[in-house]
């Protein structure tokens, strides 16, 4: 009886522990994103696990959710930043369709994660290129991402070896 008492006073504590302790065993590392320029899919305020990945080693793919820094995108802060990975290296991406939606290699592409007012504002083409990314906010219409910088070095890329984390989402 004692045994079982224990196991039902200790259970709540254990599975509020979890989410702490997932993170520490798999690795991971926690991010909280300030801004709305990833909602829906991370709305601000929200800490998400990342995957951590070492200096050069990631390896893009469309979709991802990316955790990077890029110190000219914020005025020379090293802070971290949260967007999707919408381009690769050989991709052609430009906007927009006629139906208002993002071409990639001259095909328009479903972007699900979308924020459902999302207003695409016209940009490219822009060849992305070797060990480049092009990155934009699932809240187009409050992100500052790729499409801002285009006229930064890189054509509004990021280089590639800027990411330090692929989020872990549920």
Known sequence: MRKRLIALVAAPWLVAGCGAANSAVHGYHRYTDPSVAMEPTIHAGRTFDARPV?????????????????????N??????????????????A????DGRVVLNGTPISEPYLAPDARETPFGPVSVPAGRLWLMGDNRGSSADSRV?????????VPATAVIGVAVLK
């Open 95 to 98: 906007c927009c369709s006629g």
């Open 149 to 157: 910088h285009l006229g930064d070095g890189g054509n509004g890329t």
């Open 76 to 93: 020379g802060r090293d802070t971290a930043q949260v967007k999707r990975v919408v381009a690769i290296p050989g991709d052609r991406i």
């Open 54 to 74: 070492d200096h050069g080693d990631y390896r893009p793919k469309r979709g991802d959710v990316v955790v990077f820094t890029m110190p000219s995108w914020l």
